[in-house]
């Protein structure tokens, strides 16, 4: 539950005022969500207790503390103590390492029974949400959101002296650079800036916030040098995501993102990459093989928090690659791996559904076959753009992008290259620079993917034929389909006697 419109304090208030006696605030800054709790608890007359497992119980906002013991199960007992005359707020910090035992589980749920009668509430504040299944439905869930626009720059403008150093353009730049962080990651991340510069820059706001988020492992932010003029061909698709993008100020509809199909090693990454700095947008690379985890629903906890770090950091482009590799095993039901990929093919295809966020995804896939079909509906994407082979003309401006960035003589004569992929044009360039040999020479270390895979090319190909829209020219991808060769007839069998 997020109404996406109310603080946090307005919404426990709410649910307060409504007789919920249990709820879950999910949030990875445990200290705000107790301020601003504190805060509507001072503001309405309730009382405010806080239990965590270094601190034990203590009373908030004044008092003595009722029990200082770090018990759990005692904590959640000492509600029964409380004298009736006014309505108590039981905050259990990080509690989620404790649902699983029988006994608090029991405790918990008696409590609970017990709060609409006399007002008492018990509010689990933790990263995650972990319900066993006879508490999923005594519980209400909330999300602390992350701080937004205004929020980060307060931050910022309570840490600097001189306010109108920085023009709103430059406050703007800084507020997306800090955007999804917490809020004690902005402010570090503000003072850093400050201590290495004098001043805030958005260049180590950016630099640390990937760093964070590298720490993870599932989410990667990278920032391009270069925008299309790196990329040979595919003016079809460029001309498509950069029109879709640039022209959202001007109009009401949300623009999704594309699904890239297409054989290995004709620029569907580096599209997604180039297409951050063309639109000036931050990439970030999801990895969805680091989102399995070894306990029941990590795998899909992990996924719901790299995409509300991607909904915070918005407007960005979120970059999937080779998404089949990962959830294929969702076209079969995830027999074979418990029903994780399946679960978390729904989870993403909840988020491509109903999120409201600027963000564009970008997917990438080398067999579509191995996902199921709903994946590629209407309305999840704006496009499935097929990439194949590199045309006559796509070769050319490829050749010259990679013989100007290695330094290489154009006049020299050119491989045979008709199987050749963008990747292996710049393999060639490379190899030729850093053998010091002729482009023809460095051409004999490359096996182009057109041989080794060429079945697979084809089937591809075959698939796409009408299904797709062309990376290289407007409309509809058409391939002329090898003609079926006639079965032979079957030899007729004689009945004859054999002279032997």
């Known amino acids: 539950m997020n109404t996406g419109t109310h603080s946090l304090s307005d919404e426990i208030w709410e649910l307060v005022r409504a007789g919920f006696s249990g709820i879950w605030i999910e949030t990875h800054e445990p200290s705000e969500a107790i301020l601003e709790l504190s805060a509507m608890s001072a503001e309405h007359d309730l009382r405010l207790l806080a239990w965590n497992l270094d601190s034990g119980l203590r009373c908030v906002g004044g008092g003595q503390p009722e029990d200082s013991q770090a018990d759990p199960m005692a904590a959640i007992r000492s509600l029964a103590t409380l004298p009736d005359e006014q309505s108590t707020l039981l905050v259990l910090e990080n509690f ?166 297409g054989v290995p090693g004709t620029g569907k990454s580096a599209f997604a990459k180039s297409l951050g700095k063309e639109v000036d947008r931050p990439v970030m690379m999801l990895d969805v093989g680091q989102l399995m985890g070894s306990l029941v629903g990590q795998s899909e906890a992990n996924l719901r928090d790299a995409l509300k770090t991607a909904d915070a950091m918005a407007p960005s482009i979120l970059f999937i690659d080779e998404v089949e590799k990962a959830l294929s095993g969702a076209a079969s039901g995830g027999r074979g791996d418990s029903g994780v990929s399946s679960r978390l093919f729904g989870t993403l295809l909840t988020w491509l559904n109903d999120h409201q966020s600027d963000v564009y995804t970008i997917v990438t896939c080398n067999d579509i076959q191995r996902l199921p079909p709903e994946f590629s509906r209407a309305e999840r994407f704006d496009g499935i753009f097929f990439l194949d082979l590199p045309g006559r003309e796509e070769k050319e401006a490829i050749w010259e992008l990679y013989l100007s960035e290695y330094e290489i003589d154009p006049s020299q004569a050119r491989p045979e290259d008709e199987q050749w992929t963008g990747a292996e044009i710049k393999a060639c360039c490379r190899l030729s620079s850093l053998l010091s040999v002729p482009l023809v020479d460095a051409a004999q270390y490359i096996v182009p993917v057109g041989v080794t895979a060429s079945e697979d090319i084809q089937r591809l190909r075959s698939w796409a034929n009408g299904r797709c829209l062309d990376a290289c020219q407007p409309g509809i991808f058409r391939t002329a389909l090898p003609t079926t060769t006639a079965k032979r007839p079957r030899r007729g069998i004689s009945l004859r006697p054999s002279d032997n």
């Open 96 to 261: 989620h390492y404790f649902v699983d035992s029988p006994e608090i589980c029991q405790a918990l749920l008696t409590q609970l029974q017990l709060g609409k009668q006399f007002g008492r509430h018990l509010v689990i504040v933790s990263p995650t949400v972990r319900l066993p299944a006879v508490l999923e439905r005594q519980f209400v869930v909330l999300q602390h959101a992350l701080p937004v626009g205004g929020q980060l720059w307060d931050i910022a403008e309570s840490l600097i002296e001189d306010v109108e150093l920085y023009p709103e353009s430059q406050r703007q730049a800084l507020r997306e650079a800090a955007a999804g962080m917490t809020r004690l990651e902005a402010e570090s991340a503000f003072s850093l800036s400050l201590v290495r510069h004098s001043r805030l820059t958005t260049e180590e706001v950016w630099q640390l916030k990937s760093a964070w988020l590298r720490k993870s492992g599932m989410l990667q932010l990278h920032q391009s040098q270069h925008g299309f003029e790196s990329l040979g061909g595919l003016e079809s698709l460029k001309q498509f995501c950069r029109h879709s993008l640039r022209r959202q100020s001007a109009t009401l509809a949300r623009p999704r993102g594309v699904v890239l199909l």
